[in-house]
């Protein structure tokens, strides 16, 4: 019997180790879905949008560490994953986009449902391929792995003509697919180059022999290298204070002795004079990205910067490292750990104690009775911590008061755009983690704007039993866009007052249990119902409307020109 190309990229697929899709349907990809179906080995999740497919995809990849697939039709299908594709790409998230394209003889004509996808998603993929026939088809589904999960990992496109789905393949290719291991990373390094790499090595080690005040800054690359306790160890051995960002958060116990919290815009007192304090900051797969760095001329004006990461095009992108290390941390990292010698600073761990490790005190309900959404958050944050859970945030305000208040975590159980900053993220990420890890709680905290932006995601939840408690942390408001209004726009909270929906009303319509909240001392019950809940269950968190993220480095400041909240009296 004939092998179509459908039934070809079905076995390339599984070839790899694929075992869910995320997406959604339509003419083009219908031989695809129709193999898929046949072939019964491959897990298709049924988003009810593109995007909440690009972003459970990229929610199952975060928490294992493998390649997340999402699948969508040609045209407004495939233009849907691009913020998506965007917002792996800026995490450095690995996955691999299939979309159906129009059949090969009405390319270029303005077919129904033609859209130049590989033009759209260029700049926000790390690659992109056209299946030009159905026998090119497993080597095309090789190569894209491999680039997804290279070097710095990010998404890779396959567009894949209707007719290239059902043509059908030479005998050959087939057996070549059968007998074609999954693609092995290619060797690392060795030569002149290799040597080179060590002598650094062993320079950046001599200076942090040297270092009196010296400070770690911890990325979402060590998570990706998996060189997470090798940190931890390395942090120990040379009493090393940690920063974690926000992509990095859960590649160091926040509760550490060590560790400082999170550095940055809104970072914690103690990270960010730390920083500007410090006489040497090793950078251990990070970007040193705007948010990290404000003002680039200002950021640790007194250290040396050393800069470890697998990518070259980010090193002296923004802050010029006095030497820099490109290479794999797994390899790296271990020969940097070796030359370290073990040392303790008494004088500078004092130092550090002189500022807050907290990013700001809390404070009682609100005038209106409210709860202040970081007191609530916190108790969220324990109960994500002590049990083991996941937690996916989406953007704003409560994003960064979750990333302030968040415990100790498992690696890979904090997701979030960081890059982006793309709203509606949390809902569809969250499910992509829960199907990844049906044991584990899996917690979605987002805004009432952001949850609004993919809300559709929750009747997927349903549908797939999807184990989640979602936390809308309801403030009325666009609250990041509102606290930067009232900051610098002399409070013209111009379109940024938003209405919304009954929460639980809505929830209860999708046939998931949910509760209002609105005083400061039913929150921990609450919590601990959704907790014990089988899930999906649902929190319409009601906040003080006016709360703002402290401590915020103005735009323009250096890290150590932080604002902090105005006191409150406390009667
Ligand atoms: C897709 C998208 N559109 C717009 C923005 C700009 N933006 C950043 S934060 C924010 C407000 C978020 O409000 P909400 O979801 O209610 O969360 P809160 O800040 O109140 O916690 C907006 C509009 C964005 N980050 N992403």
Same mark, same amino acid.
């Given at each position: ?90 995490? =450095?998230?690995?996955?691999? /986009? ?155 116990? /926040? ?65 010029? $490292? ?23 600073? $008494? ?37 994500? =911590? ?149 899930? $999906? ?28 909240? $105005? ?5």
């Amino acid at each position: 019997m004939k092998t179509t190309g459908a039934e070809i990229l079905c076995q390339a697929l599984h070839a790899q180790g694929v075992r869910v899709l995320f997406g959604h349907p339509g003419g083009a990809i219908l031989p695809f879905y129709d193999a898929v179906h046949r072939d019964g080995r491959l897990r298709h999740v049924l988003t009810r949008h593109e995007q909440g497919a690009a972003h459970a995809a990229d929610g199952w990849a975060r928490v294992t560490g493998e390649v997340g697939v999402c699948v969508s039709t040609s045209g407004p299908g495939a233009t849907n994953l691009v913020t998506g594709l965007a917002t792996a790409m800026a995490d =450095s998230v690995p996955m691999v /986009a299939i979309t159906g394209q129009v059949a090969r003889a009405v390319m270029g004509t303005e077919a129904f449902q033609e859209t130049d996808v590989l033009g759209v998603t260029a700049p926000v993929t790390k690659y992109g391929f056209l299946a030009r026939t159905a026998d090119e088809i497993p080597g095309i589904v090789a190569e894209a792995f491999r680039i997804a999960r290279s070097g710095r990992p990010g998404p890779v496109l396959i567009d894949v003509p209707k007719d290239v789905q059902t043509e059908a393949v030479t005998e050959g290719v087939r057996a070549a697919l059968a007998c074609s291991p999954v693609e092995a990373p290619p060797p690392a390094a060795a030569g002149a180059d290799d040597a080179l790499m060590r002598a650094k090595i062993r320079r950046a080690a001599a200076l942090v022999d040297r270092a009196e005040r010296p400070v770690l800054m911890v990325g979402r690359g060590v998570l990706v290298a998996g060189v997470v306790e090798a940190v931890r160890k390395l942090a120990e051995w040379a009493d090393l204070p940690v920063v974690t960002t926000l992509l990095g958060l859960d590649a160091f116990p /926040a509760e550490h002795p060590l560790a400082l919290g999170l550095p940055g815009m809104h970072g914690t007192p103690r990270a960010n004079h730390a920083i500007q304090e410090s006489d040497l900051v090793l950078g251990l797969g990070l970007r040193f990205d705007d948010r990290i760095v404000g003002r680039a001329e200002g950021f640790a004006p007194r250290a040396r910067i050393v800069h470890f990461d697998i990518d070259p095009s980010v090193v002296g992108r923004t802050v010029r $490292p006095f030497l820099s290390v490109v290479g794999d941390l797994a390899t790296t990292l271990p020969l940097l750990a070796s030359h370290v010698r073990p040392r303790v600073r $008494p004088s500078w761990t004092s130092r550090l104690r002189a500022w807050d490790r907290e990013a700001e005190p809390l404070t009682p309900a609100s005038a209106e009775g409210l709860p202040h959404a970081r007191t609530a958050l916190r108790v969220v944050a324990a109960q994500i =911590s002590r049990t083991g859970g996941i937690v996916a945030t989406d953007v704003g305000q409560h994003q960064m008061w979750l990333a302030q208040e968040l415990p100790d975590v498992e690696p890979r159980s904090h997701l979030t755009s960081g890059g982006m900053g793309t709203m509606g993220y949390a809902l569809p990420a969250a499910i992509g983690a829960a199907i990844a890890c049906p044991e584990r709680d899996v917690w979605v905290v987002a805004g009432d704007g952001g949850f609004q932006m993919n809300i559709q995601e929750l009747a997927t939840a349903v549908q797939e039993r999807c184990r989640l408690r979602i936390v809308v942390v309801n403030n009325g408001f666009l609250g990041m866009v509102r606290q930067w209004q009232e900051m610098f726009y002399d409070r013209r909270y111009a379109a940024s007052e938003l209405s919304g929906p009954d929460f639980v009303a809505v929830a209860l319509a999708y046939g998931i249990p949910g509760r209002t909240v609105a005083c400061g001392a039913a929150v921990g019950d609450a919590v601990a119902w959704a907790g014990a809940e089988e899930g $999906p269950a649902l929190l319409d968190l009601r906040v003080a409307r006016e709360d703002n993220v402290y401590p915020f480095v103005p735009a323009g400041a250096a890290l150590d020109e932080f604002v902090v909240a $105005p006191r409150v009296a406390v009667s």
